[in-house]
C-alpha cells in the first residue's frame, strides 16, 4: 500500500520569491563593474566563482556575496575601488533582510494539507538566513517539522522521509529543482513534484524525469491537492 | 525519577579545536592592516563589526571573513588595498578547510557513553562548515542526533531533548560556553556541565551559574563518564 502519508516542500522560489533578489542583485553587480567588462561576462565569471566556491561555502547569500567580491577583484585585475567592495557588503546585507514574498496558493494549499498530511520543509541554504524566511513568511505553524540542510540527495531524503514520516515510499517531495526536489526524491522512492517557477538558478537546471512513474509536474502549487486526491484513489 | 538518558554535545572547542584557527586569522587581519592603526584598536573594530553584523549573518566563519572585509574598509578609510581583500579572502576559506583537531578524551569519552546514553550533537554555526568538521572528525557514527542550530537557547534544549530524548529533565548538556551550552540547558530544566577551553570567544561569556543545583564544571571531558555515575549512584 503506498498512501501518501508525507509531503516535502522545498522553500526558496516553491514557497517565497528567491531568485529574483539574486537577479536584481547580479544586475547591480553588472553595473558596480560596468567599466571593467560587458555584462554577460561579469555574470559568467560569477557564476564561475560561485560554482567554484559551492565546496568551500555551500548555498547561501553569504557565500554568493563572498563570490561577487572575488569576482570584483579578478574582473577588475584587482583594480577595484574600494567603495564597490563597501557596496557588495551592502547589497549583500540587503539581500540577508528582504522582506519575504509568498508565492500565489501557498497558504491555501499548505491550509488545506496540514493535519491530513505531516508537512515537512526541507531547503538548502544559510540556516539563520532559511529561519529568519520562514519566521517572517508565518507559515511556520503549517509544518509538522523543518529540515534545513547542506544538500538534498536520494540520501537526504530517505533520512527524512524515514524520521518525520513512514519512509520514503508513503512520501512526495514538491518543489522547483529538478535537480535537487524532484529527481532524487524519487530516486529515494517517493513521489516527485516539479512546481516551475520562471527564475531557477543555472545550477538546479536538470532534465525532467517523464518516464518515472513518481514524476508529475504541476503548473503552480495550487494543483497539489487535486492531484494528491487523485493518487490516493489510483493507490 | 531523574536519570540522565540524554548528552548533548557542544563541538567547536568542547570536541575540537576551533577558536585557535579564529584567533590566528585575527592576528594575520591585525598584521594587514598594521599601517592603519594599533592592534588592539584592530581586534576592538573588528569584534564591534561582528557583534552588529551577529543579526544580519548569524555564527560562522562566512560571516566573519565578510566582518572582516567591513572592517578593512573601515580602518582604512575606504583605501584598503585591493591585494588585502584577496588576502582576506584567502585566508576565510583557509578556515574553512582547516584540518579538524579532536581535543584530548574525546573520543574515548564518547566511546564509553555511547550505547548506554543517547548522544546528541548541538553546534551553532555554519551547517556546512560544521557537517563537514563533523565528517572529518569521525566522530559522527557515535552520535543518535546531530542538531546545527542557528542560536542556543532554554527553547532550543527542551526541544531538542525533547525530540531526541525525554525532556530536559532527564538530559545534560556539556560544553564550554557558559552562555550557550550551560545556562540555556539549565534554565530549560536540564544538566549544565561546563568544560572550560583556554580560548573562549568573548562573546561567548557568563558568569558561572554556581548556584544552581544542576550546574558541573570539569576539568576535562576525561572526567564526564565518572561524574555521570556519580549522578546515578545520587538520583
Known amino acids: ?44 565569471r560569477l557564476l564561475e566563482a560561485e560554482r567554484r566556491n559551492l565546496a568551500h561555502y555551500g548555498f547561501g547569500i553569504k557565500g554568493f556575496t563572498l563570490s561577487m567580491i572575488e569576482t570584483a577583484l579578478e574582473l577588475s585585475g584587482g583594480k577595484v575601488p574600494p567603495n564597490v567592495i563597501r557596496e557588495i557588503l551592502d547589497v549583500g546585507r540587503e539581500m540577508l533582510s528582504h ?12 491550509e488545506e494539507l496540514a493535519g491530513a498530511y505531516r508537512l515537512v520543509l526541507i531547503t538548502k541554504g544559510d540556516l539563520f538566513d532559511q529561519e529568519r524566511k520562514l519566521a517572517q513568511s508565518g507559515l511556520g505553524e503549517l509544518f509538522d517539522a523543518v529540515e534545513i540542510v547542506s544538500d538534498k540527495t536520494a540520501a537526504t531524503y530517505q533520512r527524512i522521509f524515514t524520521c518525520h514520516g513512514d519512509g520514503p515510499g508513503r512520501s512526495m517531495m514538491v518543489g522547483n529543482s529538478l535537480k535537487s526536489d524532484v529527481v532524487p526524491a524519487i530516486q529515494a522512492g ?46
Not at 522545498?10 to 567588462?37: G, I, V
Not at 522582506?99 to 499548505?110: A, D, G, S
Open 1 to 44: 500500500m503506498s498512501t501518501i502519508t508525507t509531503i516535502g516542500f522545498d522553500a526558496d522560489d516553491t514557497l517565497w520569491q528567491n531568485e529574483q533578489f539574486f537577479r536584481q542583485t547580479e544586475k547591480h553587480f553588472a553595473t558596480l563593474l560596468a567599466e571593467h567588462a560587458g555584462g554577460h561576462d561579469i555574470e559568467a
Open 190 to 235: 517517493g513521489w516527485g513534484v516539479y512546481v516551475p517557477h520562471d527564475l531557477t538558478w543555472v545550477l538546479e537546471h536538470a532534465d525532467e524525469p517523464t518516464a518515472a512513474p513518481r514524476f508529475r509536474r504541476l503548473e503552480h502549487l495550487g494543483e497539489l491537492s487535486a492531484l494528491i486526491e487523485r493518487l490516493g484513489r489510483e493507490g
Open 99 to 110: 522582506p519575504v514574498e509568498t508565492l500565489p496558493h501557498v497558504r491555501e494549499t499548505l
